[in-house]
């Protein structure tokens, strides 16, 4: 059973530029979040998906970030006209969802590396 | 809104000594989890806590949730080497859904 998925693992980007981030869930899981890290940093929450609608996009800004869970596919984070501030890792986690209370053990994927030149 | 705060920030130990984190949240929690995640690499899941008061041991370690269900610590007992990494904990709320906030995490370093 493979699990979180997260392409490509290291990315380059001139400042305005677009970025794609792609996280394919582990199977099973319907429940998608993503995070930043900077170096040195903790986990900042950005946004939390199910399939097809965004539940809590609290933690990502108005600007420029937008995220996406289609029916079919993986998930995107997708960031427009990037700049050098958005240089980070980028964490994608699933979970299942199933017995709410009980659960929601997040199984990260490898991350991706953004480097904004 | 919901903050969850953890000291120290850094720790520095020599090998066999003993290790904690304590984590603290601004408002009282349905679960806590706790992470590890190694340098370059991703977090892993450790453990939940569910139960006010709740104590858990893995191995080495030894996961507590306070009474009020606002705070909690992991122990490990003899670090070794391989125990390097950070440590986040993971609150969940209490109310809609269970939305969780990662701590600041607790960076250690296990000197040989």
């Known amino acids: 059973n493979a699990g979180v998925m997260q392409n490509p693992r290291h990315l380059v980007r001139r400042r305005g530029q677009e970025a794609r981030l792609r996280c394919s869930p582990m199977k099973g899981h319907s429940h998608v979040y993503w995070y930043r890290q900077l170096p040195e940093e903790g986990l900042k929450f950005m946004v939390y998906?199910?399939?097809?609608?965004?539940?809590?996009e609290s933690g990502m800004p108005k600007e420029r970030f937008s995220a996406e869970f289609p029916k079919e596919g993986p998930s995107i984070l997708r960031i427009q006209q990037v700049v050098r501030g958005d240089s980070a890792a980028y964490f994608c986690?699933?979970?299942?969802?199933?017995?709410?209370?009980?659960?929601?053990?997040?199984?990260f994927g490898p991350g991706t590396r953004l480097t904004v030149l | 809104g919901q903050q969850v705060m953890q000291i120290p920030q850094y720790q520095h130990v020599q090998e066999g000594e003993d290790f904690t984190t304590y984590c603290n949240s601004s408002?009282?929690?349905?679960?806590i989890q706790w992470y590890k995640q190694r340098p370059g690499g991703h977090p892993v899941f450790l453990i939940q806590l569910v139960k006010s008061g709740e104590v858990k041991k893995q191995k080495r370690l030894t996961f507590q949730f306070g009474e009020a269900k606002k705070n909690s610590s992991l122990h490990i007992t003899a670090t070794q080497t391989t125990d390097v990494g950070t440590y986040f904990c993971?609150?969940?709320?209490?109310?809609?859904?269970?939305?969780?906030?990662f701590g600041t995490g607790t960076k250690l370093q296990v000197i040989p």
């Open positions: 986690a699933s979970s299942s969802g199933r017995g709410q209370r009980s659960y929601n053990e997040q199984f």
């Open positions: 998906l199910q399939k097809e609608n965004i539940i809590d």
């Open positions: 408002t009282t929690l349905s679960n």
């Open positions: 993971a609150g969940l709320n209490s109310g809609g859904y269970q939305k969780v906030t």
